[in-house]
């Protein structure tokens, strides 16, 4: 992944998990990416909202110095983007099958319906 988008996306999971209060395994996996982040920077940076482009930019230097921080990184951050991509599965039905499923690796009942009569 480009240093660049990585460090952007680790910025981007980890504010969002700060500002999230309920639990599951995408907060998990955020809070994943706060506490790689917090141990490297401890000390030397906060994760806050104000300091995006400060905390970009020292994921980017440190990445470059650092390629096991690099990949453990990108490790959480690919697995964030999994578990973001999964959990994207909503059912609305009243009479009949209204099924939006985004990327779900299971099948989703109704998902194939094809040329089916029912009497």
């Known amino acids: 992944m480009e240093l660049s988008v ?3 996306q680790a910025v981007n999971i980890a504010l969002w998990a700060i500002d999230k209060a309920s639990g599951g395994a995408l907060e998990k996996a955020g809070a994943d990416v706060v506490s790689l982040l917090t141990q490297k920077f401890q000390g030397k940076l906060q994760i806050q909202r104000s300091e995006t482009k400060r905390l970009q930019a020292a994921i980017l230097s440190e990445a470059e110095r650092d390629k096991n921080f690099q990949h453990e990184l990108e490790r959480l951050v690919t697995q964030y983007q ?3 991509n999964t959990s994207n599965v909503s059912q609305n039905t009243e009479s009949g099958v209204n099924v939006n499923v985004g990327s779900n690796p299971g099948t989703v009942i109704g998902q194939q319906i094809g040329q089916q009569f029912f009497r």
Do not use: D
């Open 82 to 84: 999994q578990i973001q």
């Open 6 to 8: 990585l460090a952007l």
